[in-house]
């Protein structure tokens, strides 16, 4: 197979932004006046649904909450909005072996790309945090506060495969979110997870190799009910 497009995700995947994320979830419920609290593992359960950005949304998707519509919008702004000055004060740790993976595509010419559910403010401080003047240069689509819920071959893998010129099946999407895999799978790209929840998927300490994409045979990521992944070897 041929890999001429690898998507990337921001989080847990370029980031370790899971602490950040917690500690942004438990700000907007106090401030909302919620006894709500979570853990690391609901975090996770909640993640494993939404993704670590609209985490927070598995916390409002019943009644009576789910029915205050502005209630429910104001937490999601201020749940970003606390993120966001989380990653001005506390910028995350890039992942090691995701910046060899952009290394090595890179020197192969493989294009490099960025598409998130995190809002545009937040993946920019991000990215030029770590990558300053680098990232125009170095990323051929960076795209915060994407969309991943549309029609299938509409949404946002779409779009940049078009403008790219390249078919789905030369592309790969790597990710910790549901939401970015599965709409990434249906529009027929490859798929790795990298989340640090389940028992069936691709580890961070693990996570697959420049070399490893020419080898994989089938897509190693299946969506819900129990992921399951072919490693390559």
């Known amino acids: ?21 917690l500690a942004a979830c ?16 609901a975090l996770r359960a909640a993640a494993a649904t939404h993704g670590y950005a609209r985490a927070i949304g598995s916390a409002v998707a019943l009644p009576p909450l789910s ?17 966001h000055q989380a990653i001005l004060a506390r910028p995350p740790q890039a992942q090691a072996a995701a910046l060899a993976l952009i290394e090595d595509a ?21 990215l030029e ?33 078009h403008a790219m010129g390249v078919q789905p099946q030369d592309a790969i999407v790597i990710d910790t979110a549901v939401p970015a895999l599965r709409a990434a799978a249906d529009a027929g790209l490859w798929t790795v997870s990298v989340a640090p929840y389940g028992t069936d998927v691709v580890r961070p300490r693990q996570f697959i190799t420049f ?4 080898e994989l045979q089938t897509s190693p990521f299946v969506p819900a009910p129990k992921p399951q992944l072919h490693r390559a070897a």
Request: aromatic share 8%; net charge negative.
């Open 1 to 21: 197979m041929s890999i001429d497009v690898i998507f990337l995700g921001l989080d847990g995947v370029l980031f370790d932004t899971e602490a950040l994320h």
């Open 106 to 126: 890179a020197a192969a010419g493989c294009k490099i790309c960025i598409l998130t559910d995190l809002p545009a403010p937040a993946t920019s401080a991000l």
């Open 211 to 214: 070399d490893a994409l020419h």
């Open 129 to 161: 945090r770590h990558f300053g003047a680098d990232v125009t240069s170095l990323f051929s689509v960076v795209a915060g506060g994407a969309s991943f819920d549309g029609p299938a071959g509409t949404g946002p893998y779409a779009h940049a495969l």
């Open 26 to 41: 438990n700000a907007a419920f106090a401030n909302a006046g919620l006894s709500l609290r979570w853990t690391l593992p």
């Open 67 to 83: 029915r205050e519509k502005q209630r429910v919008a104001e937490l999601f702004e201020d749940k970003h909005r606390q993120f």
